[in-house]
């Protein structure tokens, strides 16, 4: 009697497990919570199979099951939930095969046990170290989305994120934030007389220079050909303007020294803040740009901010016109 209400007992419970994949199938499309899902099919599943393994009626080949819990685990929770869930489905298997068999010594055989576990743990540590080897190939990838292949800079994408993290921080700190579009100055010629490698070698350098003069809270980014964006966090626009000037100042007072050639360029600077200049990204670009055209319109090697037309730094543009000398 005991025995047929053991086998019923599984069956309703197989059954209702087929039920509640097809809910969990219906809901994978919905979620926003992948791994939450994920557990709550899991952790009834592996139930399900704990509950059939402790059956007097099931043999001893159910235990067989067990492999699938160390790779679906990794799979669908990753490497620290798959390997914890593991631990625990594997580790109450043992007891569940413990307390089955250990009166029967035919089945307790120290080899056939010594393969079962070593088997589990070979599974169990393939699965992990593939996890770990995917979480990093997608770090990867995720990083690579975010620079700029050549100067190894944040790209657009990275500035927006950033934007979206620093706006919220100023709004909430009650902090200013401030934004500048970089333009290099005839760049064009720079190209035109010694070739695209040394003009990709300039964006180089001059991408350096000014990221050697910014903070390391502040961004750098490489938004266009020879476009850069900065954010200056906890900086208002007055502060910003001064910090514009010393970049203009560094990129064209360290040009780059090649062999035989030493590349001179300038740049010119718009500035804008988060709030006198609008909240979105948009808008704080669309502001820095239109000052920035101001300041190419204007002579360029310069800053152009709300209130301020812009000075040239103290070098002669007369040279830079020429893109560089040697
Ligand atoms: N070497 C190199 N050149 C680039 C890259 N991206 C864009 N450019 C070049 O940058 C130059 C930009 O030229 P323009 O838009 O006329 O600007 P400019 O010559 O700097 O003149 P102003 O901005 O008006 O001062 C073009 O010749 C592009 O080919 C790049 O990744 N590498």
Same mark, same amino acid.
């Given at each position: 009697?005991?025995?047929?209400?053991?086998?019923?007992?599984?069956?309703?419970?197989?059954?209702?497990?087929?039920?509640?994949?097809?809910? =969990?199938? +219906?809901?994978?499309?919905?979620?926003?919570?992948?791994?939450?899902?994920?557990?709550?099919?899991?952790?009834?599943? +592996?139930?399900?199979?704990?509950?059939?393994?402790?059956?007097?009626?099931?043999?001893?080949?159910?235990?067989?099951?067990?492999?699938?819990?160390?790779?679906?685990?990794?799979?669908?929770?990753?490497?620290?939930? &798959?390997?914890?869930?593991?631990?625990?489905?594997?580790?109450?298997?043992?007891? =569940?095969?413990?307390?089955?068999?250990?009166?029967?010594?035919?089945?307790?055989?120290?080899?056939?046990?010594?393969?079962?576990?070593?088997?589990?743990?070979?599974?169990?540590?393939?699965?992990?170290?593939? *996890?770990?080897?995917? *979480?990093?190939?997608?770090?990867? %990838?995720?990083?690579?989305?975010?620079? /700029?292949?050549?100067? &190894?800079?944040?790209?657009?994408?990275?500035?927006? *994120?950033?934007?979206?993290?620093?706006?919220?921080?100023?709004?909430?700190?009650?902090?200013? %934030?401030?934004?500048?579009?970089?333009?290099?100055?005839? +760049?064009?010629?720079?190209? /035109?007389?010694?070739?695209?490698?040394?003009?990709?070698?300039?964006?180089?350098?001059?991408?350096?220079?000014?990221?050697?003069?910014?903070?390391?809270?502040? $961004?750098?980014?490489?938004?266009?050909?020879?476009? +850069?964006?900065?954010?200056?966090?906890?900086?208002?626009?007055?502060?910003?303007?001064?910090?514009?000037?010393?970049?203009?100042?560094? =990129?064209?007072?360290?040009?780059?020294?090649?062999?035989?050639?030493?590349?001179? =360029?300038?740049?010119?600077?718009?500035?804008?803040?988060?709030?006198?200049? &609008?909240?979105?990204?948009?808008? $704080?670009?669309?502001?820095? /740009?239109?000052?920035?055209?101001?300041?190419?319109?204007?002579?360029?090697?310069?800053?152009? &901010?709300?209130?301020?037309?812009?000075?040239?730094?103290?070098?002669? $543009? /007369?040279? $830079?016109?020429?893109?560089?000398?040697?």
């Amino acid at each position: 009697m005991t025995i047929k209400l053991g086998a019923a007992l599984l069956v309703f419970a197989n059954l209702a497990m087929v039920l509640y994949s097809v809910v =969990v199938l +219906f809901l994978l499309r919905r979620t926003d919570n992948l791994t939450r899902l994920s557990l709550a099919y899991l952790f009834p599943f +592996f139930s399900v199979m704990i509950l059939a393994f402790q059956l007097p009626e099931t043999s001893i080949t159910i235990f067989g099951w067990v492999f699938l819990v160390p790779i679906l685990s990794h799979l669908l929770l990753g490497r620290l939930r &798959g390997l914890i869930l593991s631990l625990f489905f594997m580790g109450l298997t043992a007891i =569940v095969f413990w307390l089955k068999y250990h009166q029967t010594p035919e089945l307790m055989q120290m080899r056939s046990i010594a393969n079962m576990v070593v088997l589990s743990f070979c599974i169990l540590a393939c699965s992990h170290a593939y *996890e770990i080897s995917r *979480e990093r190939s997608e770090l990867q %990838l995720l990083q690579s989305a975010h620079r /700029d292949y050549l100067t &190894g800079l944040t790209n657009r994408m990275g500035l927006n *994120e950033f934007f979206l993290r620093e706006s919220k921080r100023a709004h909430r700190e009650n902090w200013p %934030l401030s934004y500048l579009a970089v333009d290099l100055d005839y +760049f064009k010629q720079v190209n /035109d007389q010694y070739g695209h490698g040394v003009g990709d070698e300039t964006l180089t350098h001059v991408a350096k220079v000014m990221k050697d003069r910014l903070r390391a809270t502040d $961004l750098l980014a490489r938004i266009g050909g020879e476009e +850069f964006g900065i954010f200056l966090i906890k900086t208002s626009a007055n502060e910003a303007h001064q910090v514009a000037h010393s970049l203009c100042h560094a =990129v064209i007072s360290k040009p780059l020294k090649l062999k035989d050639i030493e590349v001179k =360029v300038s740049v010119s600077i718009g500035v804008a803040e988060l709030g006198p200049d &609008g909240d979105s990204l948009q808008s $704080l670009m669309s502001a820095a /740009d239109r000052r920035l055209y101001h300041a190419k319109d204007h002579g360029r090697n310069q800053v152009v &901010g709300a209130t301020s037309l812009g000075a040239k730094t103290s070098e002669s $543009l /007369d040279e $830079l016109q020429t893109g560089a000398r040697t």
